[in-house]
């Protein structure tokens, strides 16, 4: 979550995705419209993002970017725009807001105090074998799960101290299996 407050409620963020809040002043905030901007249908960003964050209500018809870092930049410098990025695209232009007073950290992620999160699922038919099987070592080792993976702003599977199925269902224990 991207955009020029710091906190939001649950309540607020599902009014501001779905329509019904449509300027800041709403919030106490400046007089100014709220620009809504979302991923593509079919993003799995977006996906994520209404499923946990929007608690299943699909977001406005609004403007929608390929992009996370074209949303990034179009929310940095667009006065009372939101919209939603991986960890990997934050940065000092724009500012990650808290939802019911929990800050978007990989820490909290981790704990499942965040959220808005999800894993990529990796799926064969059968028993992977050959070039699948040693592909499929080579994203769990040690080594591109702690610099690859972090480099591109992903959380290690190793550091999920809580597992969500592709279905949603939460737990705790080790995201890696």
């Known amino acids: 979550m991207i955009v020029h407050l710091k906190n939001l409620s649950s309540s607020e963020l ?3 995705f779905t329509g019904k809040i449509t300027n800041w002043h709403q919030l106490g905030g400046p007089d100014i419209p709220v620009t809504l901007i979302n991923r593509s249908q079919g993003s799995g960003t977006r996906v994520t993002f209404e499923k ?16 996370s870092g074209t949303v990034r930049q179009i929310v940095a410098t667009t006065p009372g725009a939101i919209s939603y990025v991986s960890f990997g695209y934050v940065n000092q232009s724009v500012q990650p ?3 019911n007073g929990v800050k978007p950290t990989e820490q909290n992620v981790t ?6 999160w999800s894993y990529e699922h990796i799926y064969t038919k059968g028993t992977p074998r050959g070039l699948t099987a040693k592909f499929l070592h080579y994203l769990k080792n040690d080594h591109i799960q702690t610099t690859l993976f972090n480099k591109l702003g992903y959380i290690s599977v190793k550091d999920m101290h809580y597992q969500r199925t592709w279905q949603g269902k939460v737990s705790k224990g080790s995201g890696e299996s």
Do not use: F, M, P, T
């Open 14 to 16: 599902i009014a501001i």
């Open 111 to 116: 704990h499942n105090r965040w959220r808005i």
């Open 52 to 67: 946990y964050g929007l608690n299943g209500h699909e977001s406005a018809v609004a403007q929608e970017q390929d992009s």
């Open 97 to 99: 807001v808290s939802i």
